[in-house]
Nanobody, 122 residues
Framework: QVQLVESGGGLVQAGGSLTLSCAAS????????MGWFRQAPGKEREFVAA????????RYADLVKGRFTISRDNAKNTVVLQMSSLKPEDTAVYYC???????????????WGQGTQVTVSS
């Protein structure tokens, strides 16, 4: 089992940057694939990025490819989402998730953080 806590959300102007962090508890962090998802008001939760256990393989949603970077540090039990060139449509609650498969489908992730709000003003 793993517990996840996100941090780093906030208000940023369009074109700006923000870095989200997710701290995981437990000794099994390195056995999980880690992902970031987001959910805007009135919309379904959507995939943002994911990274495999070693950090050597990543996947991104087309909407964020080239602007967001996911990374992890297994020694520190953390996963980071660096976001740049932010757009108002990136506004959402961002969730960190842990799962067993490198996949865009949120249903394969069994553990979730509480979320952190990201607001991008125009």
């Amino acid at each position: 089992q793993v517990q996840l806590v996100e941090s780093g959300g906030g208000l940023v102007q369009a074109g700006g940057s923000l870095t989200l962090s997710c701290a995981a508890s437990g000794r099994t962090f390195s056995t999980y694939v880690m992902g970031w998802f987001r959910q805007a008001p009135g919309k379904e939760r959507e995939f943002v990025a994911a990274i495999n256990r070693s950090g050597g393989s990543t996947r991104y949603a087309d909407l964020v490819k080239g602007r967001f970077t996911i990374s992890r540090d297994n020694a520190k039990n953390t996963v980071v989402l660096q976001m740049s060139s932010l757009k108002p449509e990136d506004t959402a609650v961002y969730y960190c998730a842990a799962g067993l498969y490198l996949h865009y489908n949120y249903s394969v992730y069994g553990y979730w953080g509480q979320g952190t709000q990201v607001t991008v003003s125009s």
